[in-house]
């Protein structure tokens, strides 16, 4: 565990530019490298037209996972390259010397800590690691996942720490019963026997059916969110199509989030997204909706579209973008409401739309793409762009199949030149000092080292910015703007902590001649543990044990947030005599 120190924290790491103003964003598409010509070998989801089914960028490169076996140049020079290809994130060019040697389907991919690619499919193993420079499968991993009649079905996998969590269909691993879900070492591919949920399947299109299509691993709250089409996971009532569990044993931890698009069930999720304390998630009903990570109650209204499941939420620096098979309109409301009766504020759309995380309203901007299938995969780059991948048939006035690009200019001066963050009670004060006035400026937050998310947008002559408080390390970002360009970089605030309540909930949990296992509130943020008035070790997990007691001896616990002076109220602990 990484000890980190008191006080004044300053991080001088540059916050990637993304997309803020998403209106300026060219409805036309980019001329780059595409992919075509499904390869047949899908024994899953054959239904389905589609060629990219993810996207994931790492290093100043786009990688795109599909059924595809053709990249295409924008002059229409077509070469094989099949499953796994890597794009140029700046030029769209795509790197023939990323070549992974895959036999059948790519539908999900991640990054692991280590920096290696890791992909989920209908291709051997299911699970695999991959050289991000050169595609080699690295040795030594095997979760050799398989289905009762054939290959398995990896829909998704999401890597944290040092597990990947993998669901989708599939019965064993490694020769251990398994039922559609898995946890697997990082490094080797082993399966997790501690970690097995069971799946039980849900009556649909006439037949019982079962299928994970998407897992979001909450760190903060120890939780594994699933979704997709079943009756429930674990037996647990109120767990169908939506289940939260332990990360670390599987077992159902709540009921899914009570909210649905209509005032009826919710049968088939297709993607969750988390940002910070909010949980999105959308599926066949034509709908998407966002949820407090704490209580579960709607935030917001819900997003319709009067065609189309939404098959994909990407959670963008400014905007909250939905892919679909939609090519009518978008709307957003109250439920309940018939998602084939659009309001008054809805705009065209094809395929993708977004949603401004500011104010909750539809970014009125119609891209120009044409297709079936639609978005099933959606990036913003560093760059500043939007990468939109799936199926489709036109775009810009011109043959499009599988990968489309949206761009934008951005500007290259600076106005912000330092700022802090400060804890103030429930709140924290963001200040800033600039050498101009701009139109306005963008505050993002990132907690324990996660992505930069937008937090808030001010007029060109405020300095200041008053956000909620977060559990975790919280780092703050300003930037400021002319117009839609965003000026230079982000400037990172220093970040100060101060008084504040003390941890909530000590207690001793196990009592033994040889040590005390403690426990507290769990809040991410970085904890002193006391005892008899001396600091013996930090921790932020909300377990302790101490091994350094002596038996038939009394002693006095507190703990505290490391910089701060007020400890919690002390526990008296007698080890066994």
């Known amino acids: ?58 290093n100043g490169v786009m990688y795109v996972g ?20 890597a794009f140029d994130l700046e030029t769209g060019e795509w790197i023939p010397s990323f070549a992974p040697q895959l036999d059948s389907l790519v539908y999900s991919l991640d990054v692991t800590d280590s920096g290696l690619l890791v992909a989920g499919g209908e ?9 991000p420079t050169t595609g080699a499968l690295v040795n030594g991993f095997d979760a050799d996942l398989a289905h009762s009649w054939g290959p398995a079905a990896v829909l998704t996998v999401t890597a944290e720490g040092d597990s990947i969590y993998a669901g989708g269909r599939f019965v064993r691993g490694q020769g251990l019963p398994l039922d559609n879900l898995a946890k697997l070492d990082a490094a080797t591919g082993a399966v997790d026997p501690n970690w097995t949920p069971s799946v039980e399947p849900v009556e649909f299109n006439g037949k019982l059916s079962e299928q994970i299509r998407d897992i979001e691993v909450d760190a903060a709250r120890g939780r594994v969110y ?13 767990t169908d199509s939506f289940a939260v569990l332990d990360t670390a044993t599987g077992v159902t931890l709540m009921d899914h989030p009570n909210v649905s698009y209509d005032d009826r069930p919710i049968t088939f999720l297709y993607d969750i997204a988390l940002t910070d304390d909010l949980v999105h998630y959308g599926g066949k009903e034509n709908f998407s909706i966002t949820v407090d990570a704490e209580t579960f109650t709607r935030q917001g209204d819900v997003r319709y579209t009067n065609n189309g499941d939404h098959q994909v939420i990407h959670d963008g620096s400014s905007t909250l973008w939905i892919g679909c098979h939609c090519w009518r309109q978008a709307f957003t409301t109250d439920p309940p409401r018939n998602p084939f009766e659009p309001t008054e504020n809805a705009i065209d759309v094809n395929a993708v739309f977004g949603i401004d995380k500011a104010t ?3 970014v009125p901007i119609t891209f120009d793409l044409a297709g079936a299938a639609g978005a099933w995969a959606i990036e913003e780059d560093p760059n500043g762009r939007l990468w939109v991948a ?26 912000v030149t330092s700022c802090t963050a400060t804890r103030d009670g429930t709140n924290v004060d963001v200040d800033w000092v600039a050498d101009a006035a701009p139109d306005g400026f963008v505050v993002r937050r990132s907690v ?10 001010t007029a060109g002559d405020a300095r200041t910015f008053v956000d909620s408080d977060r559990s975790g390390a919280i780092v703050y970002s300003v930037e400021s703007r002319v117009g839609s360009a965003i000026l230079g970089q982000a400037v990172v605030c220093e970040n100060v902590v101060t008084e504040g309540e003390p941890p909530a909930g000590l207690e001793a949990r196990r009592i033994t001649r040889e040590r005390v296992v403690l426990r507290w509130t769990n809040t991410g943020r970085e904890i002193e543990i006391g005892r008899d008035g001396e600091v013996i070790a930090t921790d932020s997990d909300g377990w302790f044990t101490d091994l350094t007691v002596e038996a038939g001896t009394t002693y006095e616990y507190q703990v505290r947030y490391a910089g701060n002076d007020t400890w919690s109220a002390p526990i008296i602990v007698s080890t066994v005599p």
């Open 123 to 131: 291709f051997s193993g299911g699970v695999a690691l991959i050289d």
């Open 360 to 362: 909750g309203e539809l």
């Open 226 to 238: 699933v979704g997709g089409l079943f009756a429930s996971i674990n037996g647990s009532p109120e």
């Open 1 to 58: 565990m990484m000890m980190l120190a008191a006080g004044v924290t300053t991080i001088s790491a540059p916050v990637s530019a993304a997309i803020e103003e998403p209106a300026s964003l060219s409805t036309v598409p980019d001329r780059i490298w595409d992919v075509d010509e499904r390869s047949g070998l899908s024994r899953h989801t054959g239904v389905y037209q589609t060629l990219v089914w993810d996207l994931q960028q790492l």
């Open 448 to 457: 324990n080292d996660g992505p930069a998310y937008w937090r808030g947008r």
């Open 66 to 85: 599909g059924d595809f076996t053709t990249v295409v140049a924008p002059d229409g020079t077509r070469h094989s390259h099949a499953f796994l290809a």
């Open 390 to 415: 799936g199926q489709f048939t036109r775009g810009g006035n011109r043959r499009l199949t599988g990968i489309a690009r949206f761009s934008q200019a951005l500007g290259d001066e600076v106005a």
